[in-house]
C-alpha cells in the first residue's frame, strides 16, 4: 500500500474520530481520539471473536503491520510537534526555572529509570516471568519520560499558573532526549551481551562501557541542544532580513526536517536540537524577526499541524492494540506496572524538588500535581516498538501500552481535577 493510501486512511479516520469527539463526547481532543480508536479495536476484537472466519480482522492488521509506528512517530511526526509545543514556550519562565526542569529533566529521569527498573525485576519475578536486569532497565528507560505530545494537548485545555506550567512543559519537552539517550545505551549494552542482534555498538561503531554511556550521553545531548541553537540562530538572521510570511513560514519547516535530519546524521538528538531551536524561534525570533501578520501565521499554522499530527498519533496508539500479543501474565504485569510507574514517578519528582525547597517557594502540591500530570504516551510506544528481538519484547511492550493507556485516558482526564484541588 502507497504512502499516500496509507496517509489518506488515517487522516480520514482522525477527521471522523476527530468529529465524533467534537460532536458528543466533547473530551481533551488526545483522550478523545484514543478512546474512540481504542473502543473501535476492542470492537474489531470482539467480531473476529464472534464470528472467526470474517476477514475484517486480518484486513486490518495487515494494513497496521505495514505502518512503522517508531519510525512514523520518532522520525517523522516527532520533530514537528516538539517544535510546535516549543515555539509557546516562554523563555523567561524556562530560565528563571532551568534548575528544577534541569534536575527534573535528567537526575528526575535517571532515578525513575533505575526505580522501575529494580520493581519491575521484582515484579515479573514473582509472576515467573523472565526478565533480565538491563532489560528492566530498558523498560524503566522508555516508560519514565512524560511524553511533551500527551503533556501540551492536556496544558492547553488547563489553566494552570504559569510557573507550574513552565515546569511540566519544560520538563516534558527535554526529557524525552534525554529518555532517547539512555535508552540507546541500554540497548547497546544489552546487544553488547549477545541480548540482541547488531552486536553491541553505539553510534559510531564504539564498544559501550559506563564511560562511553557518559560520552555518549554528552555528546547526543549536549550536541542537540547546540545544532538546535545553531540553526534557530541562522533561521532567525534568514528571517530578519524579509517579511513574508509564506517564506518564513517555510523556512520553520526547513528548520525542523533540516535540523532534525542533520542531528541524526550526526549521532545528535534530534528532539533536544528541535526543542532548543524552537525556543528560541517563538522568543528570540517572534519578538526581533516577526511583522504581527508573520507570527501571525507561524502560531497558526504550527497550530493547525500540531493537532493534525496529535489526532494521528493517537488514533495510532489505540489501534496498536490489535497487533499486541500478551497473555494472562502479562496483562497483570502491565496493571502492576502503572502502580510502579506513578510510584517511581513520585520519588523521582520529591527528591530534586525537596533539595531546592531551601533555595525557592514552589506551588502547594507541587509533587503532586507533577507526579499525575506526568503523562506518558507515543514515545515511549515507539520506543518499545523499536527493540530489537530480544526475549522479554512483548512483555516490555504489553507493559507500555497498558501503562500508556492508563496514562492518557484516566491521568489525562483527571489532571485538571487535581490541578483545581491544590490551586484555588
Known amino acids: 500500500m502507497s504512502l499516500f493510501t496509507v496517509s489518506a486512511i488515517l487522516l480520514t479516520l482522525a477527521a471522523l474520530f476527530g468529529t465524533l469527539n467534537s460532536r458528543w463526547l466533547k473530551l481533551n481532543p488526545a483522550v478523545g481520539l484514543l478512546l474512540i480508536s481504542l473502543t473501535s479495536s476492542l470492537g474489531v476484537m470482539l467480531i473476529h471473536w464472534l464470528w472467526p472466519g470474517f476477514a ?7 494494513f497496521l503491520r505495514g505502518i512503522d509506528f517508531n519510525a512514523a512517530l520518532m522520525h517523522g511526526m516527532l520533530g514537528f510537534l516538539l517544535f510546535a509545543g516549543a515555539l509557546h514556550a516562554d523563555l523567561d519562565y ?7 526542569i534541569g534536575l527534573l529533566a535528567t537526575v528526575g529521569l535517571l ?11 521484582l515484579l515479573f519475578g514473582a509472576l515467573g516471568l523472565e526478565a533480565s536486569w538491563l532489560a528492566c532497565l530498558v523498560f524503566g528507560a522508555l516508560i519514565s519520560p512524560t511524553d511533551p505530545i500527551a503533556v501540551m494537548g492536556t496544558l492547553k485545555s488547563l489553566h494552570a499558573p504559569p510557573a507550574l506550567e513552565a515546569k511540566i512543559a519544560g520538563e516534558s519537552l527535554f526529557n524525552d532526549g534525554v529518555a532517547v539517550v539512555v535508552f540507546t545505551g541500554l540497548v547497546a549494552l544489552i546487544e553488547s551481551h549477545g541480548g540482541g542482534a547488531s552486536g553491541g555498538h553505539g553510534h559510531g561503531g564504539e564498544a559501550l562501557g559506563p564511560m562511553g554511556l557518559i560520552w555518549l550521553f554528552l555528546r547526543e545531548a549536549g550536541g542537540g541542544a547546540l545544532l538546535g541553537l ?9 528571517m530578519l532580513a524579509i517579511d513574508d510570511y509564506k517564506v518564513e513560514v517555510m523556512l520553520s519547516l526547513a528548520l525542523v526536517m533540516g535540523g532534525y535530519s542533520l542531528a541524526g546524521a550526526l549521532h545528535l538528538s534530534g528532539p533536544i536540537a528541535v526543542v532548543t531551536a524552537g525556543i528560541f524561534i517563538g522568543n528570540r525570533g517572534r519578538a526581533l524577526a516577526m511583522s504581527e501578520t508573520v507570527a501571525d501565521y507561524l502560531e497558526k499554522f504550527w497550530e493547525l499541524l500540531d493537532e493534525i499530527l496529535n489526532a494521528v498519533l493517537f488514533l495510532l496508539i489505540g489501534v496498536e492494540v490489535l497487533l499486541l500479543s500478551f497473555s494472562a501474565r502479562s496483562a ?13 514517578r513520585l520519588v523521582s519528582v520529591a527528591l530534586p524538588i525537596g533539595l531546592l525547597r531551601s533555595r525557592r517557594i514552589f506551588n502547594r502540591g507541587v509533587v503532586r500535581i507533577l507526579t499525575w500530570a506526568g503523562l506518558r504516551g507515543g514515545i515511549s510506544v515507539a520506543l518499545a516498538l523499536s527493540l530489537p528481538p530480544i526475549p522479554e519484547k512483548s512483555l516490555i511492550l504489553t507493559c507500555t501500552y497498558v501503562v500508556v493507556l492508563f496514562s492518557i485516558l484516566v491521568q ?6 487535581v490541578l483545581r484541588r491544590y490551586i484555588q
Open 56 to 62: 475484517l480482522d486480518a484486513s486490518i492488521r495487515g
Open 94 to 100: 524556562f530560565l528563571q526555572r532551568r534548575l528544577s
Open 332 to 344: 497483570l504485569a502491565g496493571l502492576a506496572c502503572i502502580a510502579i510507574v506513578l510510584l517511581a
Open 111 to 121: 532515578i525513575s529509570t533505575a526505580l522501575v527498573g529494580v520493581m519491575a525485576k
Open 412 to 417: 489525562g482526564m483527571t489532571v485538571g481535577r
Open 230 to 238: 545553531a540553526a534557530g540562530y541562522v533561521t532567525y538572521r534568514l
